[in-house]
């Protein structure tokens, strides 16, 4: 199944796109989209804690269902203002 | 009611002038406002600042801004409110953020407008980076 990953800032920055649609398998997760995304991008490993995972616009615990087209964003402490 | 919220992601530079006319009326006796501008300094990093980029997930930051508004309201109300962060690059001077909030009396005007801004930098989706003058970039999280 498409999952559509949004990244953000450094995350964006270390992930190598701010948009992709990513093909999972069934039972993905946020954690789980993360971790292979880890594999790709090391320096992710420091940035796990702090970052904040939505699905369409709702924030979701690592551990949440994916289901076909959702959009996880990936989302790293804020700086506005 | 003066109640309205105006809440807005806009890579234009801001104009306090448009946020006033979206808040106020005839019942308001205070406008108080605030403007976050680009500063040549860091706290606690002595690289000079030359130029700032933010970047935001309108999804979740639009929202969050409009929950903002509706507590301060629900707080301080009744006033009227406008809110609105920017997006892009912005060159040193330029404002970040404004925000307008109009209120019967002065006392619960700044309130709400304090109220406001510091949410917005806890909890908006909204990412700051920030451009030195040796060409050097780094994202910025608030304390």
């Not at chain 1, 994916?66 to 996880?72: F, I, S, W």
């Not at chain 2, 000079?48 to 309201?73: F, H, N, R, W």
């Not at chain 2, 909030?101 to 980076?129: L, N």
Request: negative net charge; proline residues 4%; glycine residues 10%.
């Amino acid at each position: 199944m498409d999952v559509r990953v949004i990244a953000f800032a450094r995350v964006r920055e270390l992930v190598g796109f701010g948009e992709r649609v990513i093909d999972v398998t069934a039972g993905a997760t946020p954690a789980s989209v993360w971790a292979s995304l880890e594999t790709a991008a090391g320096e992710l490993v420091g940035l796990r804690a702090s970052t904040r995972f939505a699905v369409n616009g709702a924030l979701v615990a690592g551990d949440a269902a994916l289901a076909d087209g959702d959009e996880l964003a990936l989302l790293p402490p804020v700086g506005g203002g | 009611m003066l109640v309205a919220a105006y809440i807005g992601l806009t890579s234009e530079p801001l104009e306090l002038g448009a946020l006033i006319a979206h808040v106020r009326t005839n019942a308001c006796g205070a406008i108080v406002t605030f403007l976050g501008v680009a500063r040549e300094t860091s706290a606690g990093d002595e690289r000079p600042v030359d130029g700032l980029s933010y970047e935001a997930y309108a999804t979740t930051a639009l929202p969050e801004m409009q929950k903002i508004a509706e507590e301060a309201e629900a707080r301080f109300g009744p006033i009227g409110i406008a809110l609105v962060h920017r997006t892009g690059a912005l060159a040193l001077g330029e404002a970040s953020i404004a925000i307008a909030v109009a209120a019967p009396h002065r006392g619960p005007a700044f309130d709400a407008c304090e109220y406001a801004i510091d949410e917005v930098k806890k909890r908006v989706d909204v990412w700051k980076r920030e451009h030195y003058t040796d060409g050097a970039t780094s994202w910025r999280a608030n304390a």
